[in-house]
């Protein structure tokens, strides 16, 4: 009977006690446990910053944050026999509830895209710098992630160091997007700027970058605008609220650039730069695509020279605004990576958003064919090499007419869009 | 007897109930109510764009945002007298519960930061683009929102619509910021740049920026450099943990600036802007300060022309990164402003951080005398000018040794940093 009737007290006084436990943990330093999967360029920046960085990092998260487990793959015996923090079992780190945020840094889809699905369905949150995986699976993680309330977060996916995602989502958000505009692939930038600023051929910058290891043995993914693609579909889709597929989207390359275009835009007053381009247009659906463009002198996408990136995000009441910075590289990357660790602690209780939904694109892109713009046009006549600015037209307007233009006898070397 | 033996199972149902009716709230879109403080251009670019992009803001918000109150003063009858929005009675602002955040736009210390101060305290969040409150007594009201775990945002204050506060504070953090160079203040850099494309004089572009409502009747905060140093307050406390107070920082305006410096630095590679400027130095202390400066052409800063702001931050990983747009302006200025009431909403269950905690400057700051830096010096001796950039050496060393020219007969017209 007594105990009873002192039932309420003693509810009230756990309620007290276990409030002031949590309180209390609150208040002290506690160490979040995180795991790096691959100890590549960026997994191993991420340690390095983690222990270089430590007081910076426990300032921003308020709590201590420690690399617990580096996932590499069983061929790395030198690193997996010399310390306990490599493994190269992933079930392990899954199945360690002490860890709470996985580190993607392994780079493409497999098993990139089943180990983080599985991170975020074991209530870890994830980060990644993984461009791919984002551009071909982000609609269904960003869900797997909300709907566990946890957070997937990709800040080095895009521009590396440079602060652009995490901008577009909570800086420019009270903006309609009207048009973004970016150098997003440091090598081909780098490879454009010294064809600019030395007057050499393609060949020989891809030689020159391939020495200095600014790009690979096999080029493709950087020359043919493959990886800007992955950046501007990832973009797009922050800005506009719906994945866009990579598959869908009109990538070219710079390999057809010549060393003469170059001197031609000069003297028009333009620079040859590999842009990554998105616009909401009249009909509510997407323009979207990668081309080397004609930039203007007078577009502050100009001057981004090397190995630097930039976007231009165009909203309707800001303006333009340009985020500019090494867009690639150890410390820049993986600095972006340990900032989205410290955003996943420091976030740790708000309700998770789900940034874009999956989408037929189908309904919401514009044909490629259809988008308008001026271009610039080199072609030959009776031994007189010409070159000229068309007004704005239809990209499939303006294949007519350098049909035409061909028919009549004319030798067409270059069809390149100027960004208007 | 029997109500004591239930008692454990009513508490469970009472339990489950208030979950289930928090969680309930949680998924219906709800309507956050804000009050905006003042109705000039900042306010009334804020009431328009929480009508405007309602749509764009429930997606970044997943709240229905609605302005329930403005507060102009009395004297202001014909906004009072025509709709209820309006009040001129705060009191009734601050007690009125269903009033979740203020945005203070009225500008000055008097009395907006009583106002803000109440507002924190009565458990609001705060919302300002006022820069002259946040660098004067930013410490005291972060400390009072982490104590009541609020927020107090005001990424309008440095940069308009520009993302800088929330980049470094929430995308920089790994780094520790070695160094940060802004053009802060719009009037002043189109001043500038008028003077350097159209070889005016200062006084001529004063007239003309004036004319165009760029400047006020009474210029002496820009043209003095004093609301630069508000701003670089803003950014060297954010970066470096303490509350730097604009009174002890050195600033000089642009109001000696004349064609000819303008004319030879051109000739010498260089354009004058006016930079607001913080670095930690080798002594851990920080030096910090407003002065006009020649920047060369090669660094990125050097083409933020006309009424834009750039900043440019150098972090030990990501290198140095710019964040460039308009930097004021009634929708810039209030889009970042409804970013931050987002970013309220977003984070409303977040543990709120102090960004930096109040200091004595006297123990963080180097003295502006040691800076150094080379410098450019125009003077001239027997009819002839002429000007030359200086090795590096401190300020108070430069100082004695134009003293010393002078002595020697040379007539010196102008001396001015160079950004190295």
Redesign the interface.
Known sequence: ?KF??N??IL?LVMICFISFVSVNA?SQKETVNIAILGYGTVGSGVKE?VDN?FE??E??S?KQVKVKKIFVRGSHTELLNNSNVFTSDFEAILNDPEIKIIVESMGGLDPAYDYVKRSLENGKDVVTPNKELVATHGAELLKIAAYNNLSFRF?ASVG????II??M????????IKQICGILNGTTNFMLTKMINENLSFESVLKIAQELGYAESDPTADVEGLDARNKICILASIAY?KHIYPKNVHAEGITKISSEDVEHAKNLGYVIKLIGYAKKEENDKISTFVVPMLVSYSN?LS?VNDVFN?VLVD????????????GA?K??T???V??D???CI??????K?VYWEDSNNKDILNDFEDFEAPFYIRFQKDNTEEFLITEKMKVKDFNEYTQTFEKLGFRVFSKIMVLD
Chains 1, 2 share one sequence.
């Open positions: 009977m009873f009737k039932l309420p509810f609150e910053i960085n910076r990092i300032k921003s308020g800040e590396g160091g440079i602060p995490e901008p989502i909570s800086s420019l958000n009270a903006n309609n609220g502050p001057i930039a909203g309707d009441c800001t303006g333009a605004v340009l985020l500019y910075g090494k590289g410390m820049p993986a600095s972006a340990v900032s660790v410290i955003g420091n976030n740790s209780k708000a309700l958003k």
